[in-house]
């Protein structure tokens, strides 16, 4: 038998103190999602653009390559958004919507600009 704190097992008021803890920090994520200077601006791309392709590259040339290739083609409205210090491109290839954003060229980097990317465009 486990430990008991005030005649319930640990492991269950652990549980019931972290899901109180993770409901009230989603409901306030929510509060400043909808409250996020750039609101608008992500729903009138999402709105817009409607779904779009993500592309994550690690280094420099290889953003080069893809500006100078002529496939993409800015947004005539919004082609870039700044969030969490990242620079997301906003435009199309072909036709299909696209986002490309660099990760600064280290691994919790390019999860963090991952997580940023699917956050608001989703």
């Not at 993500?54 to 100078?68: F, K």
């Not at 036709?95 to 919790?108: K, S």
């Amino acid at each position: 038998m486990g430990r008991r704190v005030w005649g319930v097992e640990l492991e269950v008021l652990l549980v019931l103190v972290l899901g109180v803890f993770f409901v009230n920090v989603e409901e306030r994520m929510q509060v400043i999602r909808r409250s996020h200077p750039m609101r608008r601006v992500i729903d009138r791309v999402n709105e817009d653009g409607g779904p779009s392709l993500g592309l994550v590259m690690d280094y420099p040339h290889e953003e080069l390559a893809l500006r100078g290739s002529g496939f993409v083609v800015p947004n005539p409205d919004t082609p870039w958004i700044e969030l969490a210090g990242r620079r997301f491109h906003i435009g199309n290839i072909n036709g299909a919507n696209v986002i490309y954003v660099m990760t600064r060229e280290q691994t919790t980097n390019a999860s963090l600009t991952v997580q940023v990317l699917l956050d608001p465009f989703v």
